[in-house]
Antibody
Framework: QVQLVQSGAEVKKPGASVKVSCKAS????????ISWVRQAPGQGLEWMGW????????NYAQKLQGRVTMTTDTSTSTAYMELRSLRSDDTAVYYC?????????WGQGTLVTVSS | DIQMTQSPSTLSASVGDRVTITCRAS??????LAWYQQKPGKAPKLLIY???SLESGVPSRFSGSGSGTEFTLTISSLQPDDFATYYC????????FGPGTKVDIK
């Protein structure tokens, strides 16, 4: 069965970086992409971007351009999302999702807290 | 960027009610629209893709319709498990979500 298992919760100081992992299983990793979506406390879903696991091509949300990098390691079927120069408003649950045309399977979410 | 809106933002309903949620796109997205259900502390769950295609395993009381800029999600007979927040998502150009519709108990 398709599973996406994300890394554990993180606490970071403003200005630091965080790297969240998403390990996929139960399907051919390179046949799909991985989307990243975040949700601030009590707020809605925000699309962050997408990476093709086939060729590494990326599309990032304009507001995060320059601060976010998405990568994949096909040898371990793992996707990564790194966010730099963290601010308090980056505090959120970060989700990865399998992306074909749409996002069908989701990880359990990773809480990233940015606090001094 | 394509902006998505949803109405209403909150909907109070009773078990057995027919519920309709509307999603609008700021420009045409053809049928590249998905609907998700999210419960507190859980990841979103895919209900509908390509505007009207029911995801495998999703109860048939959920249905989607629309194309272009206006879409609807309908729950034909609301069940206790359906009280949740619902989001639409366009995937025509990059991606973006609507602000969500919370369905709560009347």
């Amino acid at each position: 069965q398709v599973q996406l298992v994300q890394s554990g919760a993180e606490v970071k100081k403003p200005g630091a970086s965080v790297k969240v992992s998403c390990k996929a299983s139960g399907y051919t990793f390179t046949s799909y992409g991985i989307s990243w979506v975040r949700q601030a406390p009590g707020q809605g879903l925000e699309w962050m971007g997408w990476i093709s696991a086939y060729n590494g091509n990326t599309n990032y949300a304009q507001k995060l351009q320059g601060r976010v990098t998405m990568t994949t390691d096909t040898s371990t079927s793992t996707a990564y999302m790194e966010l730099r120069s963290l601010r308090s408003d980056d505090t959120a649950v970060y989700y990865c999702a399998r992306r074909g045309e749409y996002d069908d399977y989701w990880g359990q979410g990773t809480l990233v807290t940015v606090s001094s | 960027d394509i902006q998505m809106t949803q109405s209403p933002s909150t909907l109070s309903a009773s078990v057995g009610d027919r519920v309709t949620i509307t999603c609008r796109a700021s420009q045409s997205i053809s049928s590249w629209l998905a609907w998700y259900q999210q419960k507190p502390g859980k990841a979103p769950k895919l209900l509908i893709y390509k505007a009207s295609s029911l995801e495998s395993g999703v109860p048939s009381r959920f249905s989607g319709s629309g194309s272009g800029t206006e879409f609807t999600l309908t729950i034909s007979s609301l069940q206790p498990d359906d009280f949740a927040t619902y989001y639409c998502q366009q995937y025509n150009s990059y991606s973006s979500f609507g602000p969500g519709t919370k369905v709560d108990i009347k």
